[in-house]
């Protein structure tokens, strides 16, 4: 069974910085890619940064470039993800996803087949 955890959520303020983590099992990790997501309230999921499992490839949702750094320890099976200089703006629950290699690195809702449920980041001014 795929399962994916996500940790590392909680409160933080204005120009601080959090590490989100993003546990996975149940599948075999170098064979997929794993995105990081984001739902603010009353707000659409929308992807955040995306890494190839196998060999390391990333992609970043504009406005997280520079900002956010997603890496991987394939040691542990986690993915994580770096935040810093974090805005009210970014508050909202974090999810991470995981799609087959074989549909690319895009980071798109609909590409992704396993959700975790989500961790929360609350940044306050």
């Known amino acids: 069974e795929v399962q994916l955890v996500e940790s590392g959520g909680g409160l933080v303020e204005a120009g601080g910085s959090l590490r989100l983590s993003c546990a996975t099992s149940g599948f075999n990790y170098g064979d997929f890619v794993i995105g990081w997501f984001r739902q603010a309230p009353g707000k659409r999921r929308e992807g955040v940064s995306s890494i190839s499992m196998s060999d390391g490839s990333t992609k970043y949702r504009a406005p997280a470039k520079g900002r956010f750094t997603i890496s991987r320890d394939n040691a542990e099976n986690t993915v994580y993800l770096q935040m810093n200089s974090l805005k009210p703006e970014h508050t909202a629950v974090y999810y991470c996803?995981?799609?087959?290699?074989?549909?690319?690195?895009?980071?798109?809702?609909?590409?992704?087949?396993?959700w975790g449920r989500g961790t929360q980041v609350t940044v306050s001014s």
């Open positions: 996803a995981a799609v087959n290699v074989r549909k690319g690195l895009g980071i798109q809702t609909w590409q992704y087949d396993y």
